[in-house]
């Protein structure tokens, strides 16, 4: 599949895709998955051999979609949340690595941190920010509504101090949503500690929704938070809003990227006259990529449509490697086309993310999940030898989902002439 700037194929190529949706994907089972290497799918610039990889099983059955934290001091954090049933009873679970993820700690469940989706951003004055989801089934719910949290730490999460997102500002019991990572900005003030920002929205469709969109802000790592700044997001009125399960990139030459969630059931889903074979639920939702070169006041789609990947393709997250290559880490969630199951993929731009081919030299991290859901969401970490350390879940023959931990290195780029 020839992409444009940002993936957007063209219609003979996605009736290629669907017709190949068709087949069962390459999947792996749990004892297999043990020793299988990362994936080049479609080699141009990335060497088309397999990459060695370390997986590490991590936690206990119904654990799901698992985040993984550098931390300042050098340890490996990742955070899940475990899927209680029955009622539900949804709460963090944290491991630890302090030998670059090479070995794990034991399983630290803390049902006193109550939510999901956790997601934990290190600032760079030490403390760390962790944003959540609160779902209206969890049996602690006595609002009748999900809403956000946001969580956090100086001593490195060992100790917890929650933040309620809403009610108050926000339209009577309406859903609040977070962007996943808090990202930072330079800070006039205190060039040494930047100001942490964290996008807030509302959930669902209703009117003036960029009313209630805002950047929250804060100089003192999360103990107060400033929620006056309204960014203007080109009136976006999505489902989950424009800060809602979606990734906001930092680039270190001043310019943001932002990633939206764009919803099946909304006026933005369609790519141009391509077609969806199989939809199911919100696992045909797609991403769209935004632009911001005044430091988050205004937001543009990239290349004006912004169109970002496929149908089913969601969660992104993007890392700056040391060499300069940014890495986008994302999960195929529904109606893989790539030939793997359902999971965890990555991607490189070679211009800050100025454009992506999501055809070639796609990297394979994860593709043992069974069935048509569980598989994917995390995210990667680089170490100081170059090492990477991704995380991520996947639904086993048990029908359960499980979280592993992988090590790899991702090799060089070959210069490719035009």
């Known amino acids: 599949m020839n992409t444009n700037s940002v993936g957007h194929p063209n219609r003979r ?86 030998d ?48 956000s949290k946001l969580f956090h730490s100086h001593d ?40 942490a920002c964290v996008g807030i929205s509302t959930s669902g469709y209703h009117e003036h929704k960029s009313k209630y969109t805002s950047i929250w802000t804060s100089t003192d790592g999360g103990d107060n938070w400033n929620r006056d700044w309204k960014p203007n997001t080109d009136n976006w009125d999505d489902f989950d809003g424009f800060f809602g399960q979606s990734y906001t990139y930092p680039s270190p030459t001043g310019k943001l990227l932002h ?3 764009v919803d099946r059931r909304g006026k933005y889903w369609k790519l141009g006259d391509q077609k969806l074979t199989n939809e199911r639920g919100d ?5 769209m990529i935004w632009k911001s070169l005044d430091q988050g006041k205004t937001w543009r789609r990239l290349n004006k449509h912004g169109d970002f990947g496929g149908y089913g393709e969601m969660y992104p997250r993007f890392l700056k490697l040391n060499d300069g290559r940014l890495l986008l880490t994302f999960t195929v969630r529904s109606n893989s086309y790539d030939g793997y199951a359902l999971g965890l993929r990555a991607l490189l731009s070679y211009d800050d993310g100025e454009t992506w081919d999501f055809d070639h030299d796609r990297i394979i991290i994860d593709y043992a999940n069974q069935g048509a859901s569980g598989g994917g969401y995390g995210n990667t970490v680089q170490l100081e030898d170059d090492s990477l350390v991704s995380t991520y879940s996947f639904r086993g023959d048990d029908g359960k989902t499980h979280v592993e931990a992988v090590k790899w290195k991702i090799p060089h780029s070959r210069l490719v002439t035009p």
């Open 156 to 195: 490195n999460g060992k100790t917890w101090v929650e933040t309620r997102v809403g009610p108050k500002g926000f339209p009577s019991k309406r859903p609040t949503n977070t962007d996943r990572n808090v990202f930072e900005l330079p800070n006039p003030d205190d060039p040494k500690n930047p100001i």
């Open 13 to 98: 190529q996605w009736i290629a895709m669907s017709a190949a949706m068709a087949y069962a994907p390459t999947r792996l089972t749990a004892t297999e998955n043990r020793d299988a290497p990362v994936l080049i799918k479609n080699p141009k610039r990335l060497p088309s051999a397999p990459i060695t990889a370390d997986r590490t099983p991590l936690g206990i059955p119904e654990d799901y979609k698992p985040w993984i934290t550098k931390l300042n001091n050098g340890d490996l954090l990742i955070t899940c949340f475990h899927a209680g049933r029955d009622p539900f009873d949804e709460h963090a679970v944290f491991w630890r690595s302090t």
């Open 283 to 287: 696992q045909g939702d797609r991403m």
């Open 100 to 147: 670059g993820g090479d070995t794990w700690s034991k399983r630290i469940a803390r049902r006193d941190i109550v939510g999901r989706e956790f997601a934990v951003t290190q600032l760079t004055g030490g403390s760390i920010v962790m944003t959540c989801h609160f779902l209206t089934q969890d049996k602690r719910n006595t609002d009748g509504y999900p809403y």
């Open 259 to 261: 990633v939206v969630r």
